[in-house]
């Protein structure tokens, strides 16, 4: 897996960022069954720069706490074997990875949620790359069960790493 990590922010955390993200990237890979090494892009930014990126790339005007954008068009949530057949599309040329998509986290957002939910800023981050990990498998919660199967997923992927609510 290769992990592209920008922090425009600034910000440091008390935690490894790379590490935690890195982590919860491979745990949701192989519980979707992943066949292929993949590429990832997270880019950290500020409350006013996801507010600018939502605006531009989603036509929302607000701030949220995390966006993805995934690379490929999943017909079904996992169904990586849509890609085969379309290498020039989905895969690197120089590296043979699968370019999943790409992460954008509030850094903002991960310390005011962790303090509205009461637990650490980790957990809170490892959250979101969860979440977006998911949507980046092909995943989405417009509908109250597809909100449910997420939320299950990302629980039980962060249980796994013993990245439980403090």
Do not use: W
């Amino acid at each position: 897996m290769t992990f592209y990590v920008e922090n425009e922010a600034k910000k440091s955390f008390p935690f490894d960022v790379r590490k935690t993200a890195e982590d919860v990237a491979a745990a949701v890979l192989a519980s979707e069954k992943c066949p292929y090494e993949v590429q990832i892009n997270v880019l950290l930014t500020d409350n006013e720069g996801i507010h600018r990126y939502n605006r531009e790339f989603r036509g929302i005007d607000r701030e949220t706490d995390v966006l993805s954008f995934p690379n490929l068009d999943f017909e079904r949530e996992a169904d990586f074997g849509a890609v085969q057949h379309k290498e020039a599309d989905y895969f690197d040329p120089d590296t043979g990875e699968l370019i999943l998509g790409d992460i954008i986290i509030s850094v903002d957002k991960v310390e005011e949620q962790a303090e509205s939910y009461g637990h650490s800023m980790r957990r809170e981050f490892a959250f979101l790359v969860a979440h977006s990990m998911l949507h980046l498998c092909g995943y989405d919660h417009m509908e109250a069960g597809e909100a449910e199967v997420m939320e299950k997923k990302q629980e039980a992927v962060l249980t796994a790493l013993g990245i439980t609510r403090d």
